[in-house]
Structure formats: C-alpha cells, structure tokens
C-alpha cells in the first residue's frame, strides 16, 4: 500500500478536510456552542428597580466598580439602613445616602418658572391646574418646586431635584431672598410700613421682612417686599393682621434671578453662571 493509500495525505485530517480548514471551524464565531436552556424560570425585571451600585454611580460620585467597595466599606445606606449587600438593588422612591449625604440617580435640572394666576404649588393630582402642568415639558428629571406660590399668586418659582440647592433655601441660616410686588386694596400708611421694617409679634412668634419700601412712580398700595422664607404665608399674615387686602402679590426675583425674558407662564433651564452665582449664596 502506498504511503497516499494506507496514510494520510499530506495536509489532511483523519475528517477529509484540510488542516486548514478544520482550524478554520473552530476559530472564534465558528466553535461549536451548547444550546442554552430555555428561561422559563428567570424573573423579569423591575424597571422600577435598579442595582445600588448603578444608583451610586449614576449619582456621579464614582465609577460603579467604586460603589462597589464604598458599599462593601459601608458608606452607602438605603431607607436609613446600611447596605453592604452586592447586587442589592433599590426601587425608585428609596432613600439612598451616600456618607451620610442623600444621592440622587437622575441628572440635576434647575427650572425657573414664570407662574401665572389660577395654579396651584402642589406636586399632588386632583388639585386641578397645578404648576407642574407648566413644566411638564422642561426635563425628564423628577423636579419639584421650592416653596410655594399661592393660587392666585404669580410671579418666580424654582423647581428643582437638587437637594443641595433645595437646603440653601429651607435649612440655611441666610437662607435665599425673594422679593416680591404688592399690590393693596388701599394706601399703605407709613406707620404699618415702618412697623413691617421693624418687625412686630403675631400671637407670640416674631413677624420679620429684610426690606420694605413704596414703590417709586407708583401709588402708595403698592410696594417692594423682601424676605428670606420660601413661602408667602407670612405675607398674608402681615397685612391680614394690619387690617389690608392683598390684591396682586408677584415674586419679581430669587436671589439674583429675575423675570427678565421669560414670560408669563413660560420657563427656562437656569444656565451655568445662574447656577454657579445660586451656589455660592
């Protein structure tokens, strides 16, 4: 027998194919695989849910790889519980802190409403037009409002999900300004307006405005207020307990922003010298 007849030919395997080509087959993309088990049993999973350490990382404090031994070490607590478990994961609504610090997933926005009359300050359904209708449209970002305007109150209002800048506003010292146009149903007496800048008690609690003045050119029912709280109850309270009527009240400036070029009922995204000048208030 020959060597062609009783071996085999030179470049072939024992499978009738080239060497060649049986390396050829089983090259990346051309090994044979098993066939996966079907995944009858797999849960589905929850877009309401999301693994802790994406939630850290995508709060921009770090790599995910990063949450990983930050949560291992204990930083990271979850609905006031210490997590170290890998692979945890959080629902939506979660409170998620990061050294003590709350954290947030979503990307900040920062939006400056021009409200008009007839809207509630309210996030909640069924209070029929809300503030949040005019903002619908500015972020996918869960934003809500600091502070609060009163239905038939118009003017400035500033929603955010930054919990930093939210904390400038309720729980600073200092505190942010907002000044405010009032319009009265009758002259401010110069009496109750020096009695405003002097601040005065209301059933015991201290009644104080950081500025008080007629407005120039115009008559004397109406002024420029300035206070440091977030609300505008205590305006109500001031001029309900001198004997006035609040005809018109309009927020014209929170700190340094004002109304300019925004219309009412539009909004507009702070931009980056805004937010940087809000920061260091």
């Known amino acids: 027998m020959s060597k062609q007849q009783g071996g085999q030919r030179k470049g072939k395997t024992s499978f009738g194919g080239s060497k060649k080509d049986f390396k050829k087959s089983f090259t990346k993309g051309n090994a044979p695989f098993k066939k996966s088990e079907p995944q009858q049993n797999k849960k589905p999973s929850n877009p309401n849910e999301i693994r802790l350490n994406k939630y850290v990382a995508n709060s921009g404090i770090c790599s995910r ?3 990983d031994v930050h949560i291992a070490t204990g930083l990271v607590s979850v609905n006031g ?8 994961k959080v629902k939506i609504g979660d409170e998620v802190r990061y050294d003590g610090a709350r954290i947030n997933p979503e990307k900040k ?11 509630a300050t309210t996030t909640s359904e069924g209070k029929g037009r809300t503030v949040m209708d005019l903002v619908a449209n500015a972020t996918t970002s869960r934003i809500k409002p600091i502070g609060r305007l009163g239905r038939n109150s118009k003017g400035l209002l500033l929603f955010t999900n930054d919990d930093a800048v939210v904390d400038k506003f309720i729980n ?4 942010v ?3 405010f146009h009032i319009e009265l149903n009758k002259n401010l007496k110069l009496e109750d307006l020096k009695k405003i800048q002097a601040g005065f008690k209301v059933e015991g ?7 008080i003045s007629y407005i120039d050119g115009a008559s004397k029912k109406e002024i420029g207020l300035k206070i440091k709280n977030t609300g505008n109850s205590i305006i109500r309270t001031i001029f309900d307990y001198l004997k006035y009527e609040i005809e018109n009240l309009d927020c014209v400036g929170i700190g340094h922003l004002t109304k300019k070029d925004i219309p009412r009922g539009s909004w507009k995204h702070l931009t980056e010298q805004e937010l940087n000048t809000l ?3």
């Open 172 to 175: 600073s010292k200092n505190g």
């Open 177 to 179: 300004s907002r000044l």
């Open 279 to 281: 920061k260091m208030l």
């Open 81 to 88: 519980k210490v997590i170290v478990e890998m692979g945890y």
């Open 109 to 119: 926005a920062y939006v400056l409403l021009n409200k008009p009359k007839g809207f």
């Open 65 to 67: 790889r990063e949450a």
């Open 205 to 211: 609690k201290l009644i104080a405005v950081e500025e």
